[in-house]
Every structure is written in structure tokens, then in C-alpha cells.
């Protein structure tokens, strides 16, 4: 039998796996588009018998038992009170729902018990347009994902995923439970880099958007001297590089001194006339307000300090730790505004 020619193959391979996922759209579209019209029912019958107390519990259960009937396994109680609150969530916000119809209900089950809904919004958008598994969507909800972008912001940004404002890119805290490094011991800042590098694409997840890896412990040389910078990055929505310099300890102003010579000296030497100006990021186990607030951080556009947390926080420490930044800004706007 003759062999077939890969290119051949290949063709008819890809012919059929696009089919094959326009199906599982379709499929997907149409079983969530179900589920909220079945919640908006539930809830129109409710309505009818809402003098008693119980009825919406009993109307659910016996719904649960004919529909399992008939269908089979999938229309449990659990999943009819879901339905029910995809209805409630989402009743009548058409550029919403239409972003529902284009996620699995996996993630929308996920979304759906997020009380912001500026923060719901945020992570529609972000799950379709970034392509983030459940796996991911999880994550970021749990590590607060959104609340670290706008913690970093210097401003009640509402719309994060439509702004091209760097300020808006960097989050503060880091989290990078993923490394699986110990919190409460000396830890080298070359093997916070090794294992950053190990687990490069699930640091390229945390940092955000539009973020490529360039290069580790890249070389940039005067006449007489070699530099090297722990991490770079480009950033195609940003337009720009952007470099890490990674600290194991509490942040200094030699270290804000540093990074601010890298970023002047990366704009000289290695950014085209197409490159808008290089950000830099000092990532750090700990930093005062202080050294922050009266060093170059305080007004500059390129230069940024974040911590990095090795454990994911509990949501207390979290609040606590986006309160103080928020605050911190807040503080730098008064300042400049007088």
C-alpha cells in the first residue's frame, strides 16, 4: 500500500479538527443559551407561587426528578440552582451574555459567584479573549487577579482590558505559588530564576497579557563594563521591553538606583525607533512605603516595584496587602495634586 503524503495528511487532519471544534462551538453555544433561558423559567414560575416560602425549593426538586427522567444525568438540583443564577446574574446585559454564549459552562459557573461585577466583567473578557483554561480562570479568581491589576492603577480604572497604559499591566502582589519554593527560608535569587525560568509559562500567565520571554540574565555592555538583567521581556500590546530585576530581600533605593541605570541604559543601546521607552520591574520580597514614596518610583512611568508572593494569600492577608497600595497611591495623587 502506498504511503500517504504528510502534507495530504496533514490537510485533511486540520479540515477535520477545525470541523471538529465549530461543532464543539456550536454545541456549547447552544447548551448555554439553554441553561439561561431554563433559569429565566424557573424564575418566571417562581414568581407564580411566590406566597409560599418553599415552592421555589420544591419546584426545583420535582423539576430535577422529570427532567432526569426523561433526559438522563445532568439536570441534578445543584444544576438547576445554578441555572437559576446564571439567569440572575446576567438577566438582561446583552454585550455580557453574548460573551456567556462564547465561554464553556465550566467558566461561566466560576464567574457567576463573583459579587463585583466590574470584576466579572474584567474576567468574561479576559477568559475569551486570553484563552484561559478553567484551570487558569480559577486561579486568577482565587488569587484575585483583577483586584492586583487595579491595585497597581493610578486611577478607578473600570475598563483594564481596553486601556494600553503600563501602569495597568503590572500587578502588585506577584503571586508564584506555582514555583513550589518554601516562603519562610533564605532563598537564593538564583533560584528564585531558575525556577521562574522552569516554570516559564505559568510565570508568563501570572505577569499578564502580551507578555513574550526574550532572554535570561541578558548582557548589556558600556566601553568598559558588562551588566546583566536577571529577566526580559517584550510586551506586544505595550509595545515595549520589559526587564525584571529579581531581589530576594526588602526592597533599597541602590536597588531602585540599579534598575533605574538598566532601563536608561537598555532605552540607549537595545530599543528601536519603533520601541516605546523600556519598563522596568524590580520584583521584591518586601518593600516600605517609604523608600517608594520618596525615590524615583513616585512619578515615573517606566520604573515599578512589586512584591512577590511565593503561597497563595489567604483573602484577608490580600485585602489587607491591595488596601495599603491602593492607599499608597491615593496618598502620591494628593501629593501631586497640590
Known amino acids: 500500500m502506498k504511503e500517504i503524503d504528510n502534507s495530504f495528511y496533514n490537510d485533511i487532519r486540520a479540515i477535520l479538527q477545525q470541523a471538529r471544534n465549530k461543532a464543539y462551538s456550536a454545541v456549547n453555544y447552544a447548551m448555554v443559551e439553554a441553561y439561561w433561558s431554563i433559569g429565566r423559567r424557573i424564575i418566571d414560575e417562581e414568581q407564580k407561587g411566590k ?25 441534578s438540583v445543584a444544576n438547576l440552582w445554578n ?13 455580557l451574555y453574548t460573551l456567556c454564549r462564547e465561554l464553556s459552562w465550566s467558566h461561566i459557573r466560576l464567574i457567576m459567584r463573583i459579587d463585583n461585577l466590574k470584576a466579572r466583567e474584567y474576567y468574561l473578557k479576559e477568559s475569551k479573549s486570553q484563552g484561559w483554561s478553567v484551570r487558569q480562570l480559577q486561579r486568577n479568581i482565587n488569587s484575585h487577579y483583577y483586584e492586583r491589576l487595579l491595585s497597581s492603577s493610578d ?9 494600553e ?40 500567565l ?10 535570561r540574565q541578558f548582557r548589556i555592555s558600556t566601553e568598559t563594563s558588562h551588566f546583566y538583567i536577571d529577566l526580559v521581556f517584550y510586551n506586544y500590546i505595550l509595545k515595549c521591553f520589559v526587564i525584571i530585576d529579581l531581589k530576594t530581600g526588602k526592597l533599597t533605593h541602590q536597588n531602585i538606583g540599579q534598575m533605574d541605570m538598566y532601563v536608561r541604559m537598555f532605552d540607549d543601546l537595545k530599543r528601536s525607533e519603533d520601541d516605546n521607552p ?4 524590580i520584583l521584591c520580597s518586601d518593600k516600605e512605603d517609604t523608600v517608594v514614596r520618596y525615590s524615583v518610583l513616585k512619578d515615573s512611568e517606566q520604573l515599578f516595584a512589586s512584591k512577590y508572593r511565593l503561597v497563595l494569600p489567604t483573602e484577608e492577608e490580600l485585602k489587607t496587602e491591595l ?16
Open 323 to 338: 488596601k495599603r497600595e491602593i492607599q499608597l497611591i491615593e496618598e502620591q495623587q494628593a501629593v501631586n495634586e497640590k
Open 206 to 215: 501570572e505577569v499578564g497579557k502580551g507578555f513574550s520571554f526574550v532572554a
Open 155 to 163: 486611577k478607578e480604572n473600570e475598563s483594564l482590558v481596553e486601556n
Open 51 to 75: 406566597e409560599r416560602a418553599d415552592y421555589g425549593a420544591n419546584l426545583i426538586k420535582n423539576l430535577s426528578i422529570a427532567l432526569n427522567t426523561e433526559f438522563g444525568k445532568g439536570f
Open 165 to 204: 497604559n503600563a501602569r495597568d499591566f503590572i500587578k502588585d502582589p506577584y503571586v508564584l505559588e506555582f514555583l513550589n519554593l518554601p516562603e519562610n527560608e533564605e532563598l537564593k535569587e538564583s533560584t528564585l530564576e531558575k525556577n521562574i525560568i522552569n516554570n516559564l509559562q505559568a510565570f508568563l
Open 83 to 95: 441555572f437559576r443564577q446564571f439567569y440572575l446574574v446576567f438577566p438582561s446585559n446583552e454585550k
Open 278 to 281: 523600556t519598563i522596568g520591574i
